[in-house]
């Protein structure tokens, strides 16, 4: 792969079709460039060229499958995440199109959500969200009755996505978490911050929501 001169002035710039058999680095000009391996039949493939600016920011790059990889970059107040995904979906079954949206969830937008504290409102935004994507991604439809386009249904949704919604992944995700931190034992400290009271006393007002919260609710 060729370097393009056309990324200068850019910090960051993804790419796709990469094509190659192996992932890794390699330097590119002033750009290092993370790169994942394709397909068995050396197709698709993304990757990333990174300028030696902001090279020393790179925490993690994860390439999910040979359509989808994310880049953790550490920034001044909170990191940030960065996905490419090469997903196409015109003429593309939807079983094709389900893999790639379970890759999308799982990668990139619920990264660290088994630490997450949610309120009924956040949950049913979160719904909201999910299905305005699962719309996007699998387009309109024809109504039988007046054979015009329609946007889907929430139980049409429900019949095409047969993965895992977001907010019961979210909710599995503090289960499992609880647990690891419950076997760890007194000596470590997330364990005696998880079972540990605060001496200080309440702010007044309502309490917000805390995580061991949502884990009572889950239970």
Known sequence: MGFNSGFKGLNLVGVQRVRWDKGGTV?????????????????????????HRIVSAVKRVEFVSDRVSYIVLRGCWCNIIVQNVHAKS???????KDRDIQDYNFACFLYGCETWSLTLREERRLRVFENRVLRRIFGPRTDEVTEEWR??????????????????????????????????????SVYRVLVGKPERKKPLGRPRLRWEDNIKMDI
């Open 27 to 51: 330097r590119a000009g002033d750009y290092k460039f993370f790169y994942g391996r394709g397909n068995d039949n050396h197709q698709l493939g993304t990757g990333y060229f990174v300028h």
């Open 90 to 96: 015109e003429e593309r079954s939807d079983d094709s």
């Open 151 to 188: 946007k889907l249904l929430n139980e049409e949704l429900n019949d095409l996505y047969s993965s895992h919604k977001f907010v019961r992944v979210i909710k599995s995700g503090r289960m499992r978490l609880v647990g690891h931190v419950a076997r760890m034992g007194e000596r470590r």
